[in-house]
Nanobody
Framework: QLQASGGGLVQSGGSLRLSCAAS????????IGWFRQAPGKVLEGISC????????RYLDSVKGRFTVSRDNVKNTVYLQMDNLKSEDSAVYYC??????????????????WGQGTLVTVSS
């Protein structure tokens, strides 16, 4: 089970930290991805982190503003979002897939999904 939290309303330029808490599986064997979906838009991958935490990738539009990390003791992945923009407003989801040599942000490769958390950035 995955549970995303930490969303909310923030002003443009502000920060939020999302959390994805996992239970019921061997967390440190799973790659975790973050995804978002804005109204009327397709689901897009914005970040992912390998099972060990040593590899991470980001969507170009969030590079330098978002940072993904994980704590395998707490079974939690975090997405620190800084300098938020109105275009970051969306429902954010975390998902898990069995760890692979390469990481991916393609949603179709992920097997387990949490419920979303809404992020609204006001301009």
């Amino acid at each position: 089970q995955l549970q995303a939290s930490g969303g909310g309303l923030v002003q443009s330029g502000g920060s939020l930290r999302l959390s994805c808490a996992a239970s019921g599986f061997t967390f440190d064997s799973f790659e975790i991805g973050w995804f978002r979906q804005a109204p009327g838009k397709v689901l897009e991958g914005i970040s992912c982190i390998s099972s060990t935490g040593d590899t991470a990738r980001y969507l170009d539009s969030v590079k330098g503003r978002f940072t993904v990390s994980r704590d395998n003791v707490k079974n939690t992945v975090y997405l620190q979002m800084d300098n938020l923009k109105s275009e970051d407003s969306a429902v954010y989801y975390c998902a898990a897939r069995w760890g692979h040599i390469t990481v991916t942000m393609w949603p179709s490769f992920y097997d387990y999904w949490g419920q979303g958390t809404l992020v609204t950035v006001s301009s």
